[in-house]
């Protein structure tokens, strides 16, 4: 599993890890309208997963920025951002921001995205910050679980990612 600190303390992250050359694991979380959204539901294209512990939060603003800013100009590759915050709580974010085309999603119900990506924090309750790429297979080629959960992620990275599993 990966390791990570959350304000310089360690926590414990439950799921299963996933790494660069796994299929992607399947998962069921929430649309800002309460509908159930599964990885199948954007088959076929290039896909950015960003986590995020709460959207709310500064860090978590800029890297739901920066990822679909930088990623609206690569063809066929869809951004997800994805956190435990209520689905309510991800739509007023977007609609006070001005950002219509990003798709948040959240993972509040039962935590599936965070049991199957390794990415759910025992303690919080919250998801790690992490960056998924998968292509439109679903073979995963880029991973990051970022070690300090407040830090940035490689953003030119996942990018870069993004744009070689085209």
């Known amino acids: 599993m990966a ?13 299963n890890e996933v790494k ?4 992607a694991p399947d998962f069921t979380v929430l649309d800002n309208e309460l ?8 088959k076929g294209k290039v896909r950015l997963i960003s986590v995020v512990p709460s959207i ?22 869809e951004v997800l951002t994805i956190s435990v ?5 991800q739509k007023k974010w977007c609609a006070s921001n001005g950002l219509e085309n990003v798709k948040t999603l959240s993972d509040h119900r039962d935590l599936s995205f965070g049991e199957a990506y390794g990415v759910h924090i025992k303690e919080l309750r919250l998801l790690a ?5 998968f292509d439109s297979n679903d ?3 880029y991973v990051e679980y970022v070690s300090e959960a407040t830090n940035h992620p490689n953003y030119e990275a996942a990018i870069e990612a993004a744009k070689a599993a085209q």
Do not use: M, Y
């Open 85 to 89: 915050d209520l689905p309510f709580a």
């Open 20 to 23: 660069v050359g796994d299929i």
């Open 139 to 141: 073979k995963v080629t």
């Open 3 to 15: 390791t990570i600190t959350f304000i310089n303390k360690p926590v414990t992250l439950l799921g």
């Open 56 to 77: 709310d939060t500064g860090v978590c603003d800029a890297q739901t920025r920066r990822f679909n800013e930088d990623a609206s100009n690569i063809s066929n590759v």
């Open 129 to 133: 910050r992490a960056v998924f790429v």
């Open 35 to 42: 509908t159930p959204v599964t990885l199948a539901d954007s």
